[in-house]
Antibody
Framework: EVQLVQSGAEVKKPGESLRISCQGS????????INWVRQTPGKGLEWMGK????????TYSPSFQGHVTMSGDQSISTIYLQWSSLEASDTAVYYCARRRAVAAPFDAFDIWGQGTMVTVSS | EIVMTQSPATLSVSPGERATLSCRAS??????LAWYQQKPGQAPRLLIYGATTRATGVPARFSGSGSATEFTLTISSLQSEDFAVYYC????????FGQGTKLEIK
C-alpha cells in the first residue's frame, strides 16, 4: 500500500524547536516530490513548500521562507519539517503530501499523510 | 499569487440530489486544477485532477469541468458519505487552495 505516515501530535512552548516527520512506503520514495501543507481554521489550506527526496533540494513558499526548514533522509524514506523557534501562530495541522506525477513541474497531490497537530502555547 | 475563490461557502443539498460546486481562479490556469474532499479529522483526498480526470477509486458520480478561470465539481446523486468539505487547488504556478465549500445535508 502506498502511504505517508506522519509523526504524532506535539505540544510546545513559544521559542522551542520542533521537528516533525513524514515517512513514505509502498513506492519509490526518491522519485516523487513531497509537499508540506498547513491547515488552520482561519487560513484554510496553505502550501508551505516542497522537497525532492532524491537530493533534498527544497523550494519554499514566500510566506514560510526563513521560518521553517525541510530536510530528508532517503535511506529511511523520511522527510522532515522543522522550526528553530516556534510561535503561537504556528499552531496548526501539518500535512505532507506526494505530488502525483514524476515528471511534471507541478501536479495534484495524490497521497497525503494523516496530519500532525502542532500546538504552541505558553 | 493566484487566488482561488470557491462558492458557495456552504451548500445544503438532500441525499440523492445533485450538487454543483464552483471555483474561480484569478488568472488563466489552463486545466491545472484539482478537487479534494476532506472529512472531519481526516486528510484531504484527491478526487479530480487536470480539471476533469477522476483519481483512482473515485466514484463516477463525481465529475469535474471547466478551464481557464472557471471550474465546477458536480456530484450527480449525493450519498451520505459525500457530505464533507471540498477544496479546489491550482497547480499552474506553484500551489494555492480555495477556502472550501462545506456540503451539508438539507
Amino acid at each position: 500500500e502506498v502511504q505517508l505516515v506522519q509523526s504524532g501530535a506535539e505540544v510546545k512552548k513559544p521559542g522551542e524547536s520542533l521537528r516533525i516527520s513524514c515517512q513514505g512506503s509502498g513506492y519509490n520514495f526518491a522519485k516523487y516530490w513531497i509537499n508540506w501543507v498547513r491547515q488552520t481554521p482561519g487560513k484554510g489550506l496553505e502550501w508551505m513548500g516542497k522537497i525532492d527526496p532524491a537530493d533534498s533540494y527544497s523550494t519554499y513558499s514566500p510566506s514560510f521562507q526563513g521560518h521553517v526548514t525541510m530536510s530528508g533522509d532517503q535511506s529511511i524514506s523520511t522527510i522532515y519539517l522543522q522550526w528553530s523557534s516556534l510561535e503561537a501562530s504556528d499552531t496548526a495541522v501539518y500535512y505532507c503530501a506526494r505530488r502525483r506525477a514524476v515528471a511534471a513541474p507541478f501536479d495534484a497531490f495524490d497521497i497525503w499523510g494523516q496530519g500532525t497537530m502542532v500546538t504552541v502555547s505558553s | 499569487e493566484i487566488v482561488m475563490t470557491q462558492s458557495p461557502a456552504t451548500l445544503s443539498v438532500s441525499p440523492g440530489e445533485r450538487a454543483t460546486l464552483s471555483c474561480r481562479a484569478s488568472q488563466n490556469i489552463r486545466g491545472d486544477l484539482a478537487w479534494y474532499q476532506q472529512k472531519p479529522g481526516q486528510a484531504p483526498r484527491l478526487l479530480i485532477y487536470g480539471a476533469t480526470t477522476r483519481a483512482t477509486g473515485v466514484p463516477a458520480r463525481f465529475s469535474g469541468s471547466g478551464s481557464a478561470t472557471e471550474f465546477t465539481l458536480t456530484i450527480s446523486s449525493l450519498q451520505s458519505e459525500d457530505f464533507a468539505v471540498y477544496y479546489c487547488q491550482q497547480y499552474f504556478n506553484w500551489y494555492t487552495f480555495g477556502q472550501g465549500t462545506k456540503l451539508e445535508i438539507k
